[in-house]
């Protein structure tokens, strides 16, 4: 094992920890309510590891709905995932199936942009992948067992303007798209597709991935542009 | 709790299926030259995807209480972080000045 890799994943775990924990409490806090102990509010928190999920379920658990209709819900909400797992894939492909099977096991929104992000710029670095992912799920479950535990509805953890660390790590993420043609169309007609059906489809989340979907498939519609004008070519080949 | 068992398990493996299977399949065989072309632009379409409402449609409070309402906090504090970004081509200062621009909004309107 290298821990040393392992270790410099927390570098990149930083903003995800950070934007993490207070959403992560809040979950613990609304997971009491629902009738949960700490113990199963952080056993969720590890093993589904989904917040907008996480979320849906303990409201829904409150309102009383069964646990087929909470499951059902929880897989339409984490479908997108399908396609960030699909994305990851051309990177990860040699690294065998355990591996890949404890990896996929810590896919979230987040450790999907930052691991693309990673992966296209330093290249698919095990040690670092596991340890970026570690940290952040450790951050996720130890969150929500605090929330569990000692939360009130009063706690205010967005003050430091904490709640902005997510929202600012996926600008930093996508900036770099915005500087080729293809990745700005991908990026606008995606963003203003999701918009769009947001409030239509059911607060299900399946807008993330009609939408995602749609501004893939536009961008590589786009004719090829001449590679000579910009140089952002380590984001377009990836 | 034979119940939140029961809850968090099935939860658990529909969660998980859709993050594996897809590696799991494309893995063992090459890909055509238009997948990867397309999903080389998954990226910026997700990113934004999961941005625009972040941005555009955040709320503060419980929904069905009176305090929950619109909340234009989140598309303000974008402005510098895609400034910063924009201009210096540095992740944490892009992270750094939308936390900043959040924390000065937050300790304005408490």
Request: some cysteine; glycine content about 10%.
């Amino acid at each position: 094992m290298d821990i040393r890799g392992f270790c410099s994943g927390l570098r990149y775990a930083m903003p995800i920890m950070l934007g993490y924990f207070p959403v992560g409490f809040a979950y613990g806090v609304l997971a009491v309510k629902a009738g949960l102990s700490p113990f199963w509010a952080g056993m969720m928190s590890f093993f589904v590891y989904a917040g907008s999920a996480q979320f849906i379920a303990v409201g829904m658990l409150v309102a009383g709905a069964s646990v087929p209709a909470i499951v059902l819900v929880t897989f339409v909400v984490n479908l997108r995932h399908l396609l960030m797992s699909a994305a990851l894939t051309p990177f990860v492909r040699t690294w065998g199936v355990p591996a890949q099977a404890w990896f996929a096991f810590e896919l979230t929104d987040e450790s999907f942009a930052m691991n693309l992000g990673r992966f296209s710029t330093r290249g698919a670095f095990k040690p670092e992948t596991f340890g970026m992912n570690f940290f952040a799920h450790i951050t996720w479950v130890t969150a929500g067992v605090l929330g569990a535990a000692f939360g009130s509805t009063g706690s205010n953890l967005e003050a430091f303007g904490l709640d902005f660390a997510l929202a600012g790590m996926f600008v930093a993420l996508l900036l770099p798209w915005l500087r080729t043609q293809r990745g700005l169309a991908a990026a606008l007609v995606a963003g203003g597709l999701s918009l769009a059906l947001a409030e239509g489809m059911g607060g299900q989340r399946l807008h993330v991935l009609v939408a995602a979907v749609a501004g893939a498939t536009v961008a590589c519609l786009l004719p090829e542009k001449a590679p000579a004008k910009e140089q952002d070519t380590e984001h377009t080949n990836a | 709790m034979p119940d939140i068992l029961l809850l968090i398990a099935g939860m658990t493996l529909v969660t998980y299926l859709p993050r594996w299977l897809p590696m799991l399949l494309l893995s063992s065989r090459p890909l055509p030259g238009w997948l990867t072309r397309w999903l080389s632009m998954v990226a910026p379409a997700i990113f934004g995807a999961l941005l625009a409402p972040a941005l555009f449609l955040a709320h503060t409070g419980e929904p069905g209480t009176a305090s929950y309402a619109r909340d234009y906090s989140y598309l303000i504090a974008a402005v510098p972080a895609f400034a910063a970004g924009w201009y210096f081509r540095s992740f944490l200062a892009t992270i750094a000045a939308g936390m900043g621009a959040m924390a000065l909004l937050r300790f304005f309107s408490f």
